[in-house]
Structure formats: structure tokens, C-alpha cells
């Protein structure tokens, strides 16, 4: 049944990271869908431009941007048009404005660090949180996990491989992620499916010459420089795993990874009975937010459909550590501790822009990051305010490392 006919009323939807992909393609739902959503907040670090037209089109009630001059700028532009939408700045309003009392959804879109203090205010206001910000479960998991059951606040998940293992769950798994026993509930594991990026059949020794122009030219996806970078080293489906694990309740045996070059497949649910339960779609984000947007009920995403005459045969393959060592990396890390994988995000955000700025080589990011893991020691975090920390160390030892090796 279509949702439309279901519900009377709109949802009233904050975007946090509006001027972002994730966040372009949910208003792309909401512009598809007028009667079912209502935007009353958005929120973006210094793109005037694109947030003028979001602002101009939606009408939001309220937008905060992270940089202050451009909030200036925006406000004096709003100004002109005759737009009443208050402006804010800075990462007070933004926490502020993530618990907004009349907010129904809260769309998780940051990238980064800058995204955990505003999903955490959201969590602690009960809200739904429909959840794109990877470092909130990478870093923080245990402290999420915590403040989710406590605040009695719900997250989906819409990342396309978290949100395709989602849809073909359970509903009473849904409505309690993160608590649920899988194998008593029927579920022998998870099947975490992989692109392999642009590089999976490249030999280890050749990856040191690829390009950073190379590496972002994604064979499936549209995605940022960053995780473009992330997807070709494979350390994105080591987050992935640490995210599931998390997300899911799920073992270190309950998941396992596996190359699908086509991504078709974007995740799958194996059943104790012998049944896989699989989602497939094209290789279009706008079908996880709408499912994540809309649930339990399906809405029209916009997103084209799966034509199965021209489809080319499916292949698997199982990832190679020696070839991804950054996907190890990860997994290995998870295991230590939320410590470590506060490290293994920090560094990681740094060798990625340091290679995106020509100053290392492809392989020497995960070199850079094993070093920096291996030779970091810190306490497990009690708060966000420690991760942060971590964080914070993390990045200062990573950047005087890149120095000295370009120096």
C-alpha cells in the first residue's frame, strides 16, 4: 500500500549536512513527495549557493551554517529575497537545532567528526535518526548504543548496505536494532557486499602509481573525493563491518564481506534455513533514504529501475587482505577497542587528504595508518568529550609523520 494513503500528515524533517549528496538526495524525496514531509531545518558548513536554492525552494523555518561569514552572507541574500527563514551560525546552534522539539526525522549527513556532537544531541532529544554519519558508530558505537536505549530514540541506518540489510530484516529487528540476538532470532549472518572500488583487480605493487584522479572515479557510485579515496582502499567496507556490528548486534562469524564489482547486490540476510534474503536496486542512494524516510511503508525515491534483460552476469569474490590491508586494518581494529578505532578514523581522514594533495602515494596510506594504529596507546573512552581527544592527538601525531616524510 502506498504511504500516501496510509498517513494524513507530513513529518517535519531537519537535514543535517543539507548541501551534501546525502542530503541533496533526500530533499530530492521530499521535492517528490510534498504531502508527506515538511522541511523546518538545514543545516551546512559554507556553500551559499546551493543552501540560497534549498532555502528558496523548501522554505525551512530555521538554517545554521557551521562557517559564520557565509551565514552572513546567506542571511543578507535570504534578506533580498524576502525569504523568512532564520539564519544561525557555528556548532552550539547546530547541536541546538538537531534537538529541535518539533522535528519528527533527523537526517545524520555530516561527514566526519563534525558530524558526532549534532547526531548525539538528536539521540538525546529521542529522536528517529536516520543515520549517513559513519564516525557516530565508527568512534563512539558504545556511547551511541547507550544514549539510543536510554533516550528511547530510534536510528536507520542509510548507508545502502546497512539500509539493504535493514529492509530484508524483520520488522521487530527494525524497530530494535542494536539489541536484537540475531541466531535467536533466526539469522545465521550478515553478507556485507563490497564494489572493490576501482582497483580491485589491480596488483598490490601497481597500486603505489595510481592518481588521485584515478581513485575517485568510482566504477558504480557518485561519491565524494573522500570516500571515493575510502571505497578504493577498502577501508570504507572496514567501517562498514565496525558500523554492523554495532548496528546489528552481530559476532565477528555473523558477518562476513564480499566483492560484488556490479553493485546490484547491496547487501544480503543469510537465515538459518538455508534462505539468503538479498536487496537489489540500482546503484542509487535515493532508494536507501526513502525506504529510511518512509518506513515501514515504501514512497516513489525517483531513483530509475532495475532492468533485469540487461543485466550482465552477478560475480563474487572474496576481498584480498594482502592487496586491501586497510580493510584488515579495520576489522583488526574493532576488536582493540573504540580506541582504536577513534585512531584508525583520524589518520585515515589525514592520509586521505594528504594524498588527494599529491603528498604521499596511494599504498602509503594504509602504511601511514598501520604505523600511527600500532604506535598509538589510549585509555577506552568514556564520552564524547575522550573520542574527541583521541581524535584530536591522533591527527596532530598523523600530520608531523606525513611532514616528515615529505620533508
Known amino acids: 500500500m502506498n504511504t500516501i494513503d496510509?498517513?494524513?500528515?507530513?513529518?517535519?524533517?531537519?537535514i543535517l549536512g543539507s548541501t551534501g549528496s546525502i542530503g541533496i538526495s533526500a530533499l530530492s524525496?521530499?521535492?517528490?513527495?510534498?504531502?508527506l514531509f515538511k522541511v523546518i531545518v538545514l543545516v551546512a558548513d559554507k556553500n551559499v549557493s546551493v543552501m540560497l536554492q534549498?532555502?528558496?525552494?523548501?522554505?525551512?523555518?530555521?538554517?545554521?551554517?557551521?562557517?559564520?561569514?557565509?551565514?552572513?552572507?546567506?542571511?543578507?541574500?535570504l534578506k533580498d529575497k524576502k525569504i523568512k527563514t532564520q539564519v544561525l551560525?557555528?556548532?552550539?546552534?547546530?547541536?541546538?537545532?538537531?534537538?529541535?522539539?518539533?522535528?519528527?526525522?533527523?537526517?545524520?549527513?555530516?561527514?566526519?567528526?563534525?558530524?558526532?556532537?549534532?547526531?548525539?544531541?538528536?539521540?538525546?532529544a529521542g529522536k528517529t535518526i536516520l543515520?549517513?554519519?559513519?564516525?557516530?558508530?565508527?568512534?563512539?558505537?558504545?556511547?551511541?548504543?547507550?544514549?539510543?536505549?536510554?533516550?528511547?530514540?530510534?536510528?536507520?541506518?542509510?548507508?545502502?548496505?546497512?539500509?539493504?540489510?535493514?529492509?530484508?530484516?524483520?520488522?521487530?529487528?527494525?524497530?530494535?536494532l542494536g539489541k536484537i540476538n540475531l541466531k535467536k532470532n533466526g539469522i545465521k549472518s550478515i553478507i556485507l557486499t563490497a564494489s572493490g572500488g576501482p582497483f580491485y583487480n589491480f596488483k598490490k605493487e601497481n597500486l603505489s602509481f595510481v592518481t588521485a584522479s584515478e581513485a575517485c572515479?568510482?566504477?558504480?557510485?557518485?561519491?565524494?573525493?573522500?570516500i571515493s579515496i575510502d571505497s578504493a582502499t577498502?577501508?570504507?567496507?572496514?567501517?562498514?563491518?565496525?558500523?554492523?556490528?554495532w548496528l546489528f548486534n552481530a559476532s565477528s562469524s555473523e558477518i562476513d564481506i564480499l566483492i560484488h564489482p556490479q553493485s546490484i547486490i547491496?547487501?544480503?540476510?543469510?537465515?538459518?534455513?538455508?534462505?539468503?534474503?538479498?536487496?537489489?536496486?540500482?546503484?542509487?542512494?535515493?532508494v536507501a533514504i526513502s525506504y529510511a524516510m518512509s518506513w515501514p511503508d515504501r514512497i516513489c525515491s525517483g531513483a530509475n529501475f532495475l532492468n533485469f534483460n540487461k543485466l550482465n552476469n552477478l560475480t563474487f569474490l572474496k576481498p584480498d587482505f594482502i592487496q586491501f590491508p586497510c580493510l584488515k586494518l579495520a576489522i583488526d581494529a574493532f576488536d582493540e577497542g573504540q580506541a582504536a578505532m577513534t585512531v584508525l578514523n583520524a589518520v585515515n581522514e589525514v592520509t586521505v587528504s594528504a594524498f588527494l594533495d599529491s603528498k604521499i602515494s596511494f599504498n602509503q596510506i594504509s602504511e601511514i595508518n598501520t604505523d600511527i594504529l600500532m604506535s598509538s596507546s589510549f585509555s577506552e573512552p568514556i564520552s564524547i568529550e575522550e573520542v574527541l581527544e583521541i581524535d584530536k592527538k591522533t591527527r596532530i601525531k598523523s600530520e608531523k609523520k606525513i611532514s616528515s616524510l615529505i620533508f
Open 266 to 286: 547491496h547487501s544480503m540476510v543469510e537465515y538459518i534455513d538455508g534462505a539468503v534474503l538479498a536487496q537489489l536496486s540500482v546503484p542509487d542512494m535515493k
Open 54 to 77: 534549498q532555502c528558496d525552494f523548501f522554505s525551512p523555518d530555521w538554517v545554521v551554517m557551521k562557517n559564520k561569514k557565509s551565514a552572513d552572507i546567506l542571511r543578507e541574500k
Open 89 to 124: 551560525s557555528g556548532n552550539k546552534a547546530i547541536c541546538e537545532l538537531a534537538s529541535l522539539k518539533e522535528a519528527d526525522l533527523v537526517i545524520s549527513a555530516i561527514v566526519g567528526m563534525a558530524g558526532l556532537l549534532p547526531t548525539l544531541s538528536a539521540i538525546n
Open 6 to 14: 496510509i498517513k494524513n500528515f507530513y513529518e517535519k524533517i531537519t
Open 29 to 35: 524525496i521530499v521535492k517528490r513527495n510534498p504531502s
Open 217 to 226: 572515479s568510482h566504477p558504480n557510485w557518485s561519491m565524494g573525493r573522500k
Open 131 to 176: 543515520l549517513a554519519n559513519k564516525e557516530s558508530l565508527i568512534t563512539s558505537g558504545i556511547i551511541f548504543m547507550k544514549a539510543l536505549s536510554f533516550n528511547k530514540a530510534k536510528i536507520f541506518p542509510i548507508d545502502s548496505e546497512h539500509n539493504a540489510i535493514f529492509q530484508v530484516l524483520p520488522k521487530f529487528i527494525q524497530e530494535n
Open 234 to 245: 577498502m577501508i570504507n567496507k572496514g567501517f562498514e563491518y565496525a558500523e554492523a556490528r
